[in-house]
């Protein structure tokens, strides 16, 4: 992506049931615009399979806190000024989302668009050839499936820690995420020790004011 003026890249995994899940990130604003759009069912990349055209979003300040009430606070308090995203099909088939983000605010150029295109035209292919190995009425492939069980069990435990800590979805996946990062853990892992018990988050009276 050395060619893209953008500071990060996610691409996740869509079809005519929604968001399945994360295939990679490149970054930590890159993972968390990701696991943001997974969790809270809005964002760019569900309006971008929808309408199955590009969504672009050249300055977030002006435009993400009312077009996406969950994901824009949340993002833009993560650094991301700006993100595009681009559906992932061939023909009628959807196969994901390419999002690049920016940590300034800006537009693609016309040179830009067409390699952005270009970009998430490869990301089908792969996503296409990895699929392929897979012989008829066999699932996803390990690699996607993995993916796909990783964010439910991240989903599911955001779902927990809002209600354990009477907070939103957004806070609730950025407690998860600076506990991870603090304990040097896995998102997932943090995840499954919040499923089985053996984590819990309660905020006191005065985190909430």
């Known amino acids: ?21 994360v295939i990679a990130a490149t970054d930590g604003p890159a993972r968390l615009m990701e696991e943001l759009q997974f969790t809270l069912g809005e964002g760019p990349c569900l309006d971008a399979s929808r309408s199955r055209r590009p969504i672009m979003e050249p300055d977030l300040a ?8 969950g994901f824009g606070p949340a993002v ?17 088939i959807r196969l994901g989302i390419l999002d690049l983000y920016r940590a300034t605010p ?5 040179e830009q668009l067409g390699d952005a295109l270009a970009y998430g035209d490869a990301a089908a292919v792969v996503l296409l050839r990895m699929q392929s190995k897979v012989p ?8 996607l499936g993995a993916s796909v069980q990783s964010h439910a069990e991240v989903h ?24 991870a990062y603090a304990a040097d853990r896995s998102l997932r892992a943090v995840a ?13 009276a005065e985190d909430h004011e």
């Open 1 to 21: 992506m050395e060619a893209l003026p953008v500071n990060g890249v996610g691409l996740a995994l869509m079809n005519d049931a929604g968001h399945q899940g």
């Open 62 to 69: 002006g435009t993400a806190r009312t077009r996406w009430p």
């Open 76 to 92: 833009l308090e993560a650094g991301i000024a700006a993100i595009f995203a681009f559906p992932l099909q061939i023909g009628a």
């Open 106 to 110: 800006g537009a693609l150029d016309d």
């Open 136 to 143: 008829p009425g066999g699932g996803l492939h390990p690699l």
């Open 156 to 179: 599911q435990a955001t779902g927990a820690v809002a209600v354990q800590a009477g907070v939103s979805l957004s806070e609730a996946l950025l407690l998860l995420q600076a506990h």
């Open 192 to 204: 499954r020790d919040v499923l089985e018990g053996a984590l819990r988050f309660q905020l006191s």
